[in-house]
């Protein structure tokens, strides 16, 4: 299974931009790059997902290196709602199998 | 509103017991996951699957079983053979069209 490095913390202040590395040298052409974010005692959200291309939705925007080994996840304006732990995997093109989670960034953000 | 409901969200045992973990989905969704997380932890993999009455093992499937018997549920039983089974377990599920996880709220075992 393809495996990303994150690193383990990362702060941030209140209504500032929060870029959010991960790198995936290994990644295959077919991986699908996801983000998720966990709050204390909940489950993952998805937050984002792309392949090559950088994608935005509501929530934030994904920048992908054009080599496609390293990712970025952009929050663009940050909440005391945001601060959680943010994981970044590599899904395979074949659904079904293993998502490998690895212990994340930890976003605080200050008031 | 569709979703992924686990249960019980907390659930406490002796050692020697089964315990069932419930995960159910009404999102039609063909590929169903368990995690399992510790403190300060990822999450690790217990089984998944991807179609009715067919699952695979993951990473961490020893001392665990689980069943895919109707499209909508994927019960989780954490056996005896568990040394270690105090954790948080998640369940997920996909489509195969986006691979998006959604995930439920989780179920926190404590064994006394």
């Known amino acids: 299974d393809a495996k990303t490095t994150q690193p383990n913390s990362m702060e941030s202040n209140e209504e500032e931009p929060v870029h959010l590395p991960c790198n995936h040298s290994t990644i295959s052409g077919t991986d699908y790059i996801h983000w998720y974010r966990q709050l204390p005692s909940q489950g993952p959200e998805y937050v984002i997902h792309?392949?090559?291309s950088n994608v935005n939705n509501r929530m934030a925007s994904l920048a992908i290196a054009e080599d496609r080994k390293s990712s970025t996840l952009i929050l663009h304006r940050a909440t005391l709602r945001d601060a959680a732990v943010y994981y970044c995997i590599l899904r395979p093109d074949n659904y079904g199998q293993n998502f490998v989670f690895g212990p994340g960034t930890r976003l605080s953000v200050l008031p | 509103d569709g979703g992924i409901t686990q249960s019980p969200k907390y659930l406490f045992r002796k050692e020697g017991q089964n315990v069932t973990l419930s995960c159910e989905q009404n999102l039609n969704h063909d590929a169903m996951y368990w995690y399992r997380q510790d403190p300060g932890q990822g999450l690790r993999l217990i089984y998944y699957s991807q179609i009715v009455n067919d699952f695979q093992k993951g990473d961490i499937a020893e001392g665990y079983s689980v069943s895919r018997e109707k499209k909508e549920s994927f019960p989780l039983t954490v056996t005896s053979a568990q040394k270690n089974p105090t954790a948080f377990y998640l369940c997920?599920?996909?489509?195969?069209?986006?691979?998006?996880?959604?995930f439920g709220e989780g179920s926190r075992l404590t064994v006394l």
């Open positions: 997920a599920s996909s489509t195969h069209n986006t691979g998006e996880l959604f």
């Open positions: 792309g392949l090559t």
